[in-house]
């Protein structure tokens, strides 16, 4: 079955440093695409990051980083230097066969302290 | 571009009224989708559109639920006889499906919050 999973329902991190928000994903497709989504409490879904299956290279789009390892089926988001702009609630998902539809985690709420 | 737009963005409806939501999606995408998310979940899937034709929906989308994209425009979910289960906020997505399988600027709007009462 294709599933996402983040077992992280909140998190907390200091203002500046580091934090790694946890993924896994299982699929049988040898094609699929993994994403990150922001989802302050406005509602809208704001794209961070995205990783193909067959990308050699992790992907990297600014302060956003995801540490990609296929073999254990893991697509953790690495946030640099958080701000306090950062706290939202962040999802992951699998991208889908040719129809691209997308299946999410239940997400991981992200408080940065001062 | 002004991005995907979603109107209204907040619907209050009593129980067994129907409702309709409108998605705008980017001008030049072929593709549009629509997700449904209830409060501290992620986004399911609903459905999509390949230009005018739906191309595939979830069993999620019951009888009471269609989904429409004249022309390959804009879209409109209608979703009849409302039940307090159906109060969700309700995202519409759209992207360009290429040539190649490739499938570029997957963008969500901000949502049609519903609450049923």
């Known amino acids: 079955a294709q599933k996402i999973t983040q077992t992280q329902p909140g998190m907390f991190v200091q203002e500046k440093e580091a934090v790694t928000l946890d993924c896994t994903y299982d699929?049988?497709?040898?094609?699929?695409?993994l994403f990150w989504y922001k989802q302050p409490s406005s509602g809208e879904m704001i794209f961070l990051i995205y990783?193909?299956?067959?990308?050699?290279q992790n992907a990297t789009e600014g302060r956003y980083s995801l540490n990609f390892q296929k073999a254990r089926k893991s697509a953790n988001l690495v946030i640099s230097a958080s701000q306090l702009g950062d706290s939202a609630m962040y999802f992951c998902?699998?991208?889908?066969?040719?129809?691209?539809?997308?299946?999410f985690g239940s997400g991981t709420r992200l408080l940065v302290r001062p | 571009d002004t991005g995907v737009s979603q109107d209204p963005r907040h619907k209050i409806t009593k129980r067994g009224q129907n409702v309709t939501f409108r998605c705008d999606p980017i001008?030049?995408?072929?593709?549009l989708y629509w997700y449904r998310q209830t409060l501290g979940q992620g986004p399911e899937f609903l459905t999509y559109?390949?230009?005018?034709?739906?191309?595939?929906k979830s069993r999620l989308l019951s009888d009471r639920f269609s989904a429409e994209r004249p022309k390959g425009s804009f879209s409109t979910l209608e979703i009849q006889r409302t039940e307090q289960g159906d109060s969700a906020m309700y995202l519409c997505?759209?992207?360009?499906?290429?040539?190649?399988?490739?499938?570029?600027?997957?963008?969500f709007g901000s949502g049609t919050r519903l609450t049923v009462v």
């Open positions: 699929t049988s497709d040898p094609s699929y695409g």
């Open positions: 997505a759209s992207s360009l499906y290429a040539r190649g399988d490739q499938n570029y600027g997957y963008t």
């Open positions: 001008s030049e995408h072929n593709r």
């Open positions: 559109f390949q230009n005018e034709a739906q191309l595939e």
């Open positions: 990783q193909g299956s067959y990308d050699q």
């Open positions: 998902a699998m991208s889908l066969g040719s129809s691209y539809k997308l299946i």
